[in-house]
C-alpha cells in the first residue's frame, strides 16, 4: 500500500513539475483507489471548494457511499474515461459539473487513482431548462391564444396550428398538420383568389384582408406575417385569423348610432374626461356657428358657454353623480348669445368605468321669449280680470252719482248759485268713468265700436288736439303715406292711443324737442315672427311714433306696458296710460313694441291689420239734443234699490209710468199682473234668482212684441262668454247718464 501511495504521489509530483495540472483549464483533482481526495488544482479548490483528504462521493450528491454510476468507480473497474453530470453544494449555491473520470496506472499498468476533470455546467444548465421552460410556456401560450393561428411553409401547407382553430374545425390539432390553407379556410383544392398568404410570399412583407365566406360561416380578419431565414429569405408564414361578428355587428350599431346622432335634431356632443370635445354633429356646428369639425375638436367646453365657471359645475357634477340637466347661457362663434336645454351623461363601459362625456343640446331662446311673453300676457289677464270686477262695482256706484246729479240739476232753476257746484261734481264723475273704461281698456274688455276707417284721417283729425297738449317748445310732425290705409277700429279707441302716446313723450321731452308720428305700408311674414317672437302674417299699416327725449333703460322697457308701472313721481301718473293703450291695440288684433335707449329717443311702432273694404264715411256727431218725454208704462228690473230708485225718478219725471221690479222672478210676476199695459222692459241684464235675459225670455213668450233695454256694469267678455245677450239685443253699459238712457228708451220704444 505504501508503495502504492508512494507511486501516486510520485506520478502526482511529475504532472505538477511539469505544470500539466495547473495548466488544464478545468478543475482537476486526483483520487486514489479509496476514493479520497489526493490532489485538487487550483480551478478544482475554486470551482467546488478544498476538499483535499475527503472522500470524493462526500463531495457530490452521493454523500456517503459510492454512488452507482460513478465516473470514478467505473474508470477503476474497466479501466477507461467516462463521463457524467453531478451536483455540489458549494458556498454559491448548486452547482452543476459534467465530470470525466480516467484511471492512472503505474508503470505496471496497474491502477493506481484515477483522475477526475470537472467542468461548470451550471448556466448550461439554467439555459436549458429556461429553452425548456420557455417551448412548453410558447406552446401553451400559443393554444391559448383565442384567434385562429397556424403557420404555413412556402407550398401552403400547415406545420402548425393552435387549438383554437382545432376545436374551430373540429379535429386534433396534428390532423391539420400537412393540410393546405385554402382547403382548411375554404374548402377547396386549389388557392383562394384572395388568399393573404399568397400575397405576403409576393410581397414579403404583412398582409392582411377580411373574409366572409360561407365556407367559414363568421367574418373573418386574417393577418399573414413572413418567417424569414438567416439570410432574409421567405419560408413560410404565419397565418392569424380573428372571428369579427362581433365587431362586425357592433360597427353596425355604430353605424345606426352614427346616423341617428347626425340626424339628430338636437346638437350632440361627445367630450373626453378633461371635457374637451372629440365629436359633434352636424346641428351644433349650424347652432354654434362653425363651418367643420376641424375648427371645435379638442376645444375645451368652457368656450362655448357666456359663464365659464357655471360649465365648470356641469363637469364637476357630471364626474360626481354622473348626470347633469338644466338651461345655460351659450355663445356663438360670432359673440352672441343664446340659451339652451342642456342634458349631459357620463359615459361608463361594462366595467362601470368613466371613458367620456356626452351632451344633448336643444336651443331654447325662442320658447323662452315665449314663455315669457306668456307670463306677461297672464299676469296682464290677471290684473284685467281685477279690473273688470273693480269696473263692475264702480260703474254702479258712478251710475247713481251720475244718475241723481243730473236729476238734481234738472230741477234747479239755471240762476241756482249751487248749480256750479253740481256740474263740478258730474265734471269729476266723467273723469271717473274715464277711469273706469281706461281699465276695461287694459283688460281689452270695454265693447269696441270698429268701422273700416282711414287711419291718416284720424291721425289728421287728432294732430290739433296734440298740438295744444304738447306745448309750444315740442315740435310735432306727421308723415303720412300717400297711400290710404283701412283698418277695421274704433276711431275714438285709436285717439285715445295717440293722446297717451304723445302725453307719454311730452314728459319723456322736459326741454323740448321733436314728436312725430308716420303711417306706412307693412308687411308681417315668418322671418319678422321668428325675429320678435310675435304677429301672424299679412299686410299691416304701420304707426311709428317717435321722440328724441330723454329713453328708457332695458328694465323700464320690460314694465312700461304693465299696469300702475310709472316713472313719474307720487301723485303725478297712474300708470295706465300704456296699458291702455297695449289693450287697445290687442283688441284690435295688432301689435306693439317699443325700443329705447338712454339719452336716444323712444321709437313705439304698431301694426295694425289692413282691410280692403272702403272707408265708410264717419260722419261728424251731432250735437246733443234734449230728451222728449213720453207717458208709456215701462216694467223696470234692477236689484240695486239705490239705482232702481234713482232710474224710477228719472222716468218719472220725464212723463213715464214705471213698475218697479227687484229681480228677474219678481219682473216675471210683475208682467203677469201688467202684461196688457207694460210697452217696455228695462232690465239690469245680471241678477239673483233669474238674469234680465232670462226673465224676458219668459215675458216675450207671454206677448211676443214687447220691447226691451238691457243695463249692464260687467264688462263685454263676461257677457259673451256666458251667451247672456242675443246679437239684435239693445245693450248700455253702466255708468250711464240720464240723458242718454232717455234718448235709448225713447229710440227703442219708437221703433214700434
Not at 166 to 194: M, N
Not at 240 to 265: G, H, N
Not at 499 to 527: M, V, W, Y
Request: aromatic share 6%; glycine share 8%; charged share 30%.
Amino acid at each position: 500500500m505504501e508503495h502504492q501511495d508512494k507511486a501516486v504521489k510520485d506520478q502526482i509530483d511529475e504532472m505538477i513539475k511539469q505544470g500539466i495540472l495547473e495548466v488544464i483549464g478545468d478543475a482537476v483533482s486526483i483520487q486514489g483507489t479509496d476514493f479520497r481526495v489526493l490532489y485538487q488544482n487550483q480551478a478544482h479548490r475554486k470551482l467546488i471548494g478544498d476538499h483535499l483528504g475527503e472522500y470524493c462521493y462526500k463531495v457530490y450528491e452521493c454523500r456517503d457511499e459510492v454512488c452507482e454510476g460513478c465516473p470514478v468507480d467505473m474508470a477503476f473497474k474497466d479501466g477507461m474515461s467516462h463521463t457524467t453530470e453531478r451536483s455540489a453544494a458549494t458556498e454559491r449555491g448548486i452547482l452543476h459539473v459534467e465530470i470525466t473520470a480516467s484511471p492512472i496506472r503505474d508503470s505496471s499498468g496497474k491502477i493506481i487513482a484515477g483522475i477526475e476533470v470537472a467542468r461548470d455546467i451550471t448556466e448550461h444548465k439554467r439555459t436549458d431548462e429556461l429553452l425548456k421552460r420557455a417551448a412548453t410556456e410558447w406552446q401553451h401560450t400559443f393554444d391559448s391564444i383565442s384567434d385562429f393561428v397556424s403557420v404555413h411553409d412556402k407550398d401552403f401547407r400547415c406545420t402548425k396550428v393552435n387549438k383554437a382553430l382545432a376545436d374551430f374545425k373540429g379535429i386534433k390539432p396534428e390532423d391539420l398538420v400537412g393540410e393546405h390553407c385554402y382547403k382548411i379556410f375554404h374548402g377547396t383544392q386549389g388557392k383562394w383568389p384572395e388568399c393573404p398568404l399568397d400575397k405576403m410570399l409576393k410581397s414579403k412583407r404583412t398582409e392582411t384582408v377580411e373574409i366572409d365566406d360561407p365556407h367559414i360561416g363568421r367574418p373573418l380578419l386574417v393577418t399573414v406575417s413572413p418567417i424569414l431565414d438567416d439570410k432574409g429569405e421567405v419560408t413560410g408564414g404565419v397565418h392569424i385569423a380573428r372571428d369579427i361578428t362581433e365587431q362586425k355587428k357592433m360597427e353596425k350599431r355604430l353605424k345606426v348610432m352614427d346616423w341617428a346622432i347626425k340626424s339628430s335634431t338636437n346638437a350632440m356632443v361627445l367630450a373626453d374626461l378633461e371635457a374637451n370635445l372629440t365629436y359633434v354633429n352636424p346641428v351644433f356646428l349650424k347652432l354654434w356657428g362653425y363651418e367643420s369639425e376641424d375648427e371645435v375638436l379638442g376645444m375645451h367646453c368652457t368656450k362655448f358657454w357666456q359663464v365659464k365657471d357655471k360649465s365648470t359645475e356641469i363637469v364637476e357634477a357630471l364626474r360626481n353623480k354622473g348626470e347633469w340637466a338644466g338651461e345655460r347661457g351659450a355663445l356663438r362663434k360670432d359673440g352672441s348669445a343664446f340659451i339652451v336645454e342642456l342634458s349631459a351623461n357620463m359615459v361608463r363601459d361594462d366595467e362601470g368605468k368613466p371613458i367620456c362625456m356626452m351632451a344633448s343640446l336643444v336651443d331654447i331662446t325662442e320658447k323662452k321669449k315665449l314663455e315669457e311673453q306668456l307670463r306677461q300676457a297672464q299676469k296682464m289677464e290677471a290684473v284685467g280680470q281685477l279690473a273688470g270686477g273693480v269696473a263692475h262695482d264702480f260703474n254702479n256706484i258712478l251710475s247713481a252719482i251720475i244718475g241723481y246729479g243730473h236729476v238734481t240739476l234738472l230741477k234747479m232753476a239755471n240762476d241756482d248759485p249751487l248749480r256750479l257746484n253740481i256740474e263740478h261734481m258730474l265734471e269729476a264723475t266723467d273723469k271717473a268713468s274715464y277711469l273706469t273704461q281706461s281699465l276695461l281698456a287694459f283688460s281689452r274688455k270695454q265693447i269696441t265700436d270698429k268701422k273700416p276707417v282711414g287711419l291718416n284721417g284720424i291721425i289728421k283729425r287728432v294732430e290739433k288736439f296734440l298740438l295744444r297738449i304738447m306745448g309750444e317748445d315740442i315740435k310735432v310732425r306727421t308723415m303720412l303715406s300717400e297711400e290710404a290705409l283701412k283698418v277695421l277700429a274704433d276711431s275714438g279707441q285709436l285717439e285715445q292711443v295717440l293722446i297717451n302716446l304723445a302725453t307719454n313723450a311730452r314728459d319723456a321731452l322736459p326741454k323740448g324737442g321733436t314728436f312725430t308720428i308716420a303711417t306706412e305700408k307693412s308687411r308681417i311674414d315668418n322671418e319678422f315672427i321668428r325675429a320678435h317672437g310675435y304677429g301672424s302674417p299679412g299686410r299691416y299699416a304701420l304707426i311709428t311714433v317717435t321722440d328724441n327725449g330723454t329713453g328708457m333703460n332695458e328694465n323700464t322697457k320690460q314694465k312700461i306696458f304693465e299696469p300702475f308701472f310709472t316713472t313719474k313721481e307720487p301723485g303725478k301718473g297712474t300708470g295706465l296710460g300704456l296699458s291702455i293703450v297695449y289693450g287697445i291695440i290687442k283688441q284690435h288684433e295688432g301689435y306693439i313694441n317699443v325700443y329705447s335707449e338712454p339719452g336716444a329717443g323712444t321709437i313705439f311702432r304698431i301694426y295694425l291689420p289692413l282691410i280692403a273694404e272702403d272707408i265708410q264715411s264717419e260722419g261728424m256727431t251731432s250735437k246733443t239734443e234734449y230728451p222728449q218725454r213720453g207717458s208709456e208704462v215701462i216694467l223696470l228690473a234692477e236689484d240695486d234699490e239705490s239705482l232702481r230708485q234713482l232710474t224710477k225718478s228719472v222716468l218719472d219725471e220725464f212723463g213715464y209710468k214705471v213698475i218697479e221690479a227687484a229681480d228677474g222672478e219678481d219682473a216675471v210676476s210683475k208682467f203677469l199682473e201688467h202684461k196688457d199695459i207694460i210697452e217696455l222692459f228695462l232690465s239690469d241684464l245680471i241678477m239673483p234668482k233669474k238674469s234680465g235675459k232670462a226673465a224676458f225670455d219668459e215675458i216675450r213668450k207671454i206677448k211676443s212684441g214687447i220691447r226691451a233695454i238691457f243695463i249692464s256694469g260687467y264688462t263685454a267678455d263676461i257677457i259673451q262668454q256666458k251667451g247672456l245677450l242675443e246679437k239684435e239685443m239693445t245693450l248700455i253699459f253702466k255708468p250711464v247718464s240720464p240723458i242718454d238712457l232717455l234718448k235709448k228708451i225713447r229710440e227703442e220704444l219708437d221703433k214700434k
